[in-house]
């Protein structure tokens, strides 16, 4: 209190001097002097309460700057601020950005939990997809939209996938058949059944494939073999030097009709109901007229000056255009018009505006000799469609939204197949022409290059979305189209008007790791000293793999993937249990145990691999903690 009471002399000494230097101190200057007196009185006491509790804290042992860390306190407003209550909060907004994975309509349908006669077993390939995206993120040459949605790639800190030989989807199959008895001495597999949706997967031994390769060895995309031609000459010298992948595909086509399917269907395809809204052409970015001086679209130009009203009887023309790049982005370099009789109405090489940068053959089937000598314009195409388009027409397209960006062209009555048509269920995915072609129409369109010739023809894809058009309006409005269907149904694929085949074919490829590589990612592999030779067939994917490993039994595969868990973006751990005394115990021992030790926010995929004449199981996880 002594050093106290200096303080408040001092106080008293400064406040007497500053009275002081009033020659002629009034009455509300004596006031000031007095509030000031009490603010530097209030002050020392408020600095004497500070000294005390900072005093009580030192001797209880508690840190001086513990005053922070009080429950709450109001502020002005009355209001409570908690520190506390701000990191929960924090801890929410973080929650909210975790990854999330959600199963989409095929993943569905191959749910165990479905009956064994109603699934539609996925494919390694699915799977291996979801783990490159979780790795690569848009880097990935595939996506895994097929059977699940993955949304925040990446924030997924790690990426786990787990294989497991000698057990498949059979195994579990006889525990749901038994009910809640005990098979094969009680292999129930407990953690497995209660913490995993299990779907039936193709097993790769059931087409002499495996494991390895379908994992290790991802397809090459058509851009990536092209851009490796100049490279080695020939697209055949490219496919010669890739490895290749023994692989089943699925193919699908039309269902064959039933007795039900003559008979009038209620919903049959009206050309009004399939006419896209004005919001629906908003969502897939078609270009509307827009009043206003800074409308980057004013030199856009309607197909017509004035239109008729729209109706059953309006005819339907197909439009596809190819496209070249310059400096001012996409531009017209091929157009075509199809009648609905399947008849070329209007057929056009285009010279772009400005001197090309990217002829885009790959895409475009454009060449720098299709266009040398082209005199039409963009203006003079423009000017033939107005003439030709009668003003009550339909215009069809693929992604029609595209084609009419590079003509700049407005017309209000639309339909587009990549909306009618959707495999998916989801808005967003669509399928490629070439695709819905094949299924439907039976027919390759876009077919795979023969010597130097490469992309697409516009005539071709312009019949092709004619003609899916005409088949969309005779079959209904439900057909080809899984927003109709109920997801994971027993009739899922029937409520499409498809039917699903497998195809066993050898398939250029590039490897998991080398793609891993490229973006920069760590990929470890872990296997079991038995596998190891199913993995040296694939040298480049050892040989560019960041760690690869071996272990004698499983137990060691186990510990040198938990070593391996933070280290590592992705990791592959593949056990061989095939002569397992316990097999379920240790497969439920296996999973249970890296899944425990995942941190936060992985990815954890499981897969058993199954055998020749029982197909494989999968599952995937995030992680929580």
């Not at 001092?10 to 001097?17: G, I, N, S, V």
């Not at 799977?127 to 993955?150: D, H, I, K, V």
Request: glycine share 6%; net charge neutral; charged share 25%.
């Amino acid at each position: 209190m002594t050093n106290m009471g200096g303080q408040e002399m001092k106080t008293k000494r400064k406040l007497d001097a500053l009275l002081a230097l009033s020659d002629q101190p009034d009455e509300n200057h004596n006031k000031k002097s007095r509030l000031l007196e009490e603010n530097m009185v209030n002050s020392s006491k408020s600095f004497e309460t500070k000294t005390k509790k900072v005093a009580e804290s030192l001797k209880s042992g508690g840190p001086p700057n513990s005053r922070k860390f009080d429950k709450s306190k109001k502020n002005k407003n009355g209001s409570i601020t908690d520190k506390n209550k701000k990191i929960s909060e924090g801890a929410v907004s973080s929650q909210k950005k975790s990854p999330k994975i959600e199963l989409k309509g095929h993943g569905k349908a191959a749910l165990l939990s479905n009956l064994k006669e109603a699934r539609i077993p996925l494919q390694v390939a699915d799977l291996q997809s979801l783990l490159a995206f979780s790795l690569l993120g848009n880097m990935a040459p595939y996506r895994p939209f097929r059977f699940c949605e993955l949304e925040r790639p990446g924030s997924i800190s790690t990426v786990l996938c787990v294989v497991l030989e000698g057990v498949g989807v059979d195994h579990f199959d006889q525990l749901e058949d038994a009910g809640d008895g005990e098979v094969e001495g009680g292999a129930d597999f407990p953690w497995i059944r209660s913490n995993l949706d299990l779907a039936e997967v193709v097993s790769p031994a059931s087409y002499e494939g495996d494991i390895p390769q379908e994992l290790g060895l991802v397809q090459a995309s058509k851009h990536m073999l092209f851009n490796l031609v100049p490279k080695y000459g020939s697209m055949e010298a490219v496919k010669k030097h890739l490895e290749t992948k023994r692989t089943v595909k699925t193919t699908y086509s039309v269902a064959p009709q039933t007795t039900s399917d003559t008979q009038k269907d209620e919903r049959l395809g009206k050309k009004l109901e399939l006419i896209l809204n004005v919001d629906q052409m908003r969502q897939e970015g078609f270009i509307l007229p827009v009043s206003g001086k800074e409308n980057k679209y004013e030199d856009f130009v309607n197909t017509k000056d004035k239109y008729k009203e729209v109706s059953e009887d309006s005819p339907l023309i197909a439009v596809d255009c190819e496209f070249c790049r310059t400096k001012n982005g996409q531009e017209l370099a091929y157009i075509c018009l199809i009648t609905e009789k399947l008849e070329v109405l209007y057929k056009s090489y285009v010279q772009p505006s400005d001197p090309v940068l990217d002829y885009q053959t790959i895409y475009s089937g454009v060449t720098k000799e299709h266009l040398r000598g082209v005199t039409t314009s963009l203006s003079d195409v423009q000017a033939a469609v107005r003439q030709l388009l009668p003003s009550d027409c339909i215009l069809v397209g693929h992604s029609l939204n595209s084609d009419l960006k590079v003509m700049q062209m407005m017309h209000p009555y639309v339909m587009d197949t990549s909306v009618m048509y959707n495999l998916s269920g989801h808005r967003r995915h669509k399928s490629k022409l070439r695709e819905l072609s094949s299924i439907f129409l039976r027919k390759e369109i876009q077919a795979e290059e023969t010597g130097t010739e490469f992309g697409h023809c516009p005539e071709e894809d312009a019949i092709a979305t004619m003609e899916l058009a005409l088949l969309k309006l005779n079959k209904g409005l439900a057909f080809g189209d899984a927003r109709f269907a109920q997801n994971g149904s027993q009739d899922y694929s029937a409520q499409l008007g498809i039917e699903e085949k497998k195809v066993v074919e050898e398939i250029a490829s590039i490897t998991l790791t080398s793609l891993a590589k490229r973006g920069k990612k760590s990929l470890c592999v872990v296997v079991s000293k038995s596998l190891e030779e199913s993995y040296n067939k694939i040298p480049s994917f050892v040989f560019e793999a960041k760690l690869f490993q071996t272990g004698e039994y499983y137990k060691s595969v186990i510990a040198k993937t938990k070593r391996s868990m933070t280290r590592h973006n992705m990791i592959i751990s593949h056990c061989d249990l095939t002569s397992c005394a316990k097999l379920s115990t240790a497969a439920d021992t296996i999973c249970s145990q890296l899944y425990d030790s995942l941190p936060k926010n992985c990815l954890f995929v499981v897969i058993f691999a199954g055998s020749k004449d029982s197909n494989a199981a999968a599952a995937i996880k995030i992680s929580k903690s």
